[in-house]
């Protein structure tokens, strides 16, 4: 099992930077894909990012894409979340996951096994 404790989040202007962190316990983070999902009040989650077990295979959400970067530093068991030129309507709770396995960067939330608590990330001005 792993257990993953995010970090980051708070409140940004629009145009800002956030970054997110997710850090995993257990030997086996490496074997892992990652997500990223987010959800906004009264919102269903939906996919935000994700990347397979090396780094090498990525993911992004239409909304995101060229302004969000998700890596990921095995030795440090800890995925991340950069988040650029954030906009009012990224505003949301955000939640990290891990699919096991050696799977690919899924968009579904059910491929995924463990979750984050997650954090919330709100762009206001």
């Known amino acids: 099992q792993a257990q993953l404790v995010q970090s980051g989040g708070g409140l940004v202007q629009p145009g800002g930077s956030l970054r997110l962190s997710c850090a995993a316990s257990?030997?086996?983070?490496?074997?892992?894909?990652m997500g990223w999902f987010r959800q906004a009040p009264g919102k269903e989650r939906e996919f935000v990012a994700a990347?397979?077990?090396?780094?090498?295979?990525?993911n992004y959400a239409g909304s995101v894409k060229g302004r969000f970067t998700i890596s990921r530093d095995n030795a440090k068991s800890t995925v991340y979340l950069q988040m650029n030129s954030l906009k009012p309507e990224d505003t949301a709770f955000y939640y990290c996951?891990?699919?096991?396995?050696?799977?690919?960067?899924?968009?579904?939330?059910?491929?995924?096994?463990?979750w984050g608590q997650g954090t919330q990330v709100t762009v206001s001005s």
């Open positions: 996951a891990a699919a096991g396995g050696y799977g690919l960067p899924s968009v579904r939330i059910g491929e995924y096994d463990y």
């Open positions: 257990g030997r086996t983070f490496s074997s892992y894909a």
């Open positions: 990347l397979n077990w090396n780094g090498m295979l990525t």
